[in-house]
């Protein structure tokens, strides 16, 4: 799939991408490893029928946040790591990270949640926590998957846990 | 000194002075402004006007661009610093703004702010006894309190029908009972803990903490332009409804409205200037935070509320021909016999039954065991004894173990977790005299301050009691039914529990003491100290309270003083 003239190929959510949507903010990060990052936060919490990362803009938060949040080495981990596994797919199914489909992307992932690689192992828990906290703090997981209000709230104590 | 800028003395004197607008600070204002003094609070740190200056405060997790974590750039400067969240960024001190020096561990914590701590606290107000003002006396230890329950029992009714206390009438007599609006819920895991307690011990009682939240606001609180509750839990961003007693929702704006109240905020206090001829403190020095500059401001009666460290750190440095070692310090104590309290001791649970109730919502209190050791006689092999804090309920969680399909929807629908009861001591230190804070000799900070040195250590009163706590912490939670338990000793140095008090302590005798029974100098009467650093011993009931009831008792005191131009 070749998309708007550029060298990397876009998965299908991204194709609709223009170059503000990727690169609205100053960034370290490159087009090409936004797009990978976004893929990894993609695979970590794939959209299925429901809502997922990407629905809920954890791509951008990701990005801001390792730029912003993280020193220089976690980010050159990172950016280095997201290379590595796009080179990684290119060997296994002879495409880019980002075009492979849900289950040869979790494949790659989760070898560097088991390797004995450091730099991979750390990269992989990175993702996946930071993955999960932009997900797990989103407006459309605490309001309106989990009916989060900031005020009122309430307490009781004791109540019966429904069937 | 020079003040090119100033307008004329007369433009710089006020009838009272207060130095700090946290809890106590507020509470001095509030009284002296009620009696009609025209009265000035120094603030070192900005200002922080109510619901305006409370940035975060009704904002969603996803409504901070990191997500709660304060960029690397922006946090450069505060690496020393607590409340380095996006949440809370708005409290957090420079690592310049007053360096002091460690000579032991110890965790200083600091609310530089028009409001001070008291938008920061956990806000739990538990009064005293006379198991605890006779404590010192009767265990010889310290020195005996010039003041008995008897003293403060109206200046505690008093603060807490203006505060709002939320809480029970429990009749204890170890933990008089407060004037209360009605208490947060109990969840039915701490009401089987409160039945094992009152089954197995028979003198250990689980109550629900009081605490400064409005549940049903009364007419006094209205009037202060606060409102109920709205159990947010997210109380130390600032609260916009005014819910729980804060300086800056109850006792500055009462004030300000008697138009007696001015504040002046990046007030840096220097030292508290003593005249020779008079024979009483004429004013304050400060150095403008902004502009660097010295100013004078004066005063008939001056109230030191800078919080307890800080006190002792001004009063070590108003010095004079008269006071050449700090500030009314003929006895040579300032800065000693400071002391804290002991939450070296935290404890956990899992509870199996219930499986058909949970707790729902946020809780902003939590459940409380008044203290059980040595009470009404000695009877451990230690000295006093710590009261526990208690919290227990039902949350959810979700397994993250994996990644996909099945992360997400276990993060879209989270599972009932198993009942879980944590616990933390709260012990009573016994003060020392090498445990103290004194100046730096040559170390300055940007305003030309000497520095302070803080050594302050743990005692083997504190282990032993730490390890009573372990112990019975944990035959308690045995004998409710609780599994899984854990009971540690976390050795956290002095400091974690904010409670830090002494240095300037009351007392009977000007020769072991600093302050007398209405909190002055015994040596200056025009000046008082009524927060933390007043205090003789500390008990271990969360303080606060009783530094508020303190203040109002000795404001209304330093008024009728003034009547009687005895000052």
Known sequence: MAASGSLIALPSWAARWTQADVVGFASSFTTSEQ????????????AGNSIGALSVGVDKFLVKLIDNCYEKEVQDNVKAQLRKLDDGAQQSFQKSFSACDLQQRQESLLKLASSNDKAENEFFKLMKSETIRGFSTSREVMVDHQKYKVAPGHYYGCVDVKA | MANFNIDSTDDRTYDAIVIGSGASGGWAAKELCDKGLKTLILERGRDVKHIKDYPTASKGPWQFEYRGTVPLDARKDFQTARFVREETFHWAIKDD??????????????GYH???????????T?????FDFEGPARDGFAIDWPIRYKDLEPWYAHVEKFAGIAGNKDGLAELPDSECVPGFEMSCLEKHFKESLQKNYGDRYLIQGRCAHITDPQQIHIDQGR???QNQALCNRGCVYGGYFSSNASTLPWAMKTKKLTIRPFSVVHSIIYDEKKGKASGVRIVDGNTKETIDF???????????INSNAILLNSTSSRFPNGFGNDSGLLGKYVAWHNYRGKANATYDGFKDKRTDGRNPSNAYIPRFRNVRKQDMNFLRGYAIGVAGGRGTFSDTSMIGDQLRDNLLNPQLGSWNIASWMQGETVPLEKNHVRLHPDLKDKYGIPQLIISCDWSENDDKMTEDYVQQSREMFEKAGFTNITAVDTKTPPGSDIHEMGGVRMGHDPKDSLLNKWNQFHHCKNVFV???ACMTSTSCQNPTLTFMAITARAANYAVE????KNL
């Open chain 2, 126 to 130: 538990q009064r005293w006894s006379d």
């Open chain 2, 530 to 532: 009524t927060d933390g």
């Open chain 2, 97 to 110: 703004e007053q360096p002091f020096i460690q000579e032991k561990p110890f965790r200083w914590f600091r």
């Open chain 2, 114 to 124: 028009v409001g001070g701590k008291s938008l920061l606290w956990a806000r739990q």
């Open chain 2, 298 to 308: 004066y005063a008939k009666v001056i109230f030191v509320n800078a919080s307890t």
């Open chain 2, 561 to 564: 003083e003034m009547k009687r």
């Open chain 1, 35 to 46: 797009v990978l990052l976004s893929s990894v936060a993609d695979t970590i919490i794939p």
């Open chain 2, 227 to 229: 409102h109920k509750c």
